[in-house]
Nanobody, 115 residues
Framework: QVQLVESGGGLVQAGGSLRLSCVASGNPFIIYRMGWYRQAPGKQRELVATLTSGGRINYGDSVKGRFTISRDNAKNTVYLQMNSLHAEDTAVYYC?????????WGQGTQVSVSS
């Protein structure tokens, strides 16, 4: 089992920045990919960014060039640096971890961007 705890969400003005953190505990060595997804009201959950244990990164089209995913293996933590935030980035952001057998999800952290 893996437990994920997100932090760093909040309210920011358009054009501002936030950094999200996600700490994995339990059995983090079974994880081969971690990442972030988001869900805005009335919309489906969508990919923000993922990072594999081998270093491969994938970004959703709407965040390319503005968001950066990174990790600290010693702390079992993945980060999402969000710059140039738009009102359209407002959503609940979920940390995700994938093992061979299943996905794990955090409880989510709210990001609100005021225009």
């Amino acid at each position: 089992q893996v437990q994920l705890v997100e932090s760093g969400g909040g309210l920011v003005q358009a054009g501002g920045s936030l950094r999200l953190s996600c700490v994995a505990s339990g059995n983090p060595f079974i994880i081969y990919r971690m990442g972030w997804y988001r869900q805005a009201p009335g919309k489906q959950r969508e990919l923000v960014a993922t990072l594999t244990s081998g270093g491969r990164i994938n970004y959703g089209d709407s965040v390319k060039g503005r968001f950066t995913i990174s990790r600290d293996n010693a702390k079992n933590t993945v980060y999402l640096q969000m710059n140039s935030l738009h009102a359209e980035d407002t959503a609940v952001y979920y940390c995700n971890a994938q093992s061979i057998s299943r996905d794990f999800w955090g409880q989510g952290t709210q990001v609100s961007v005021s225009s």
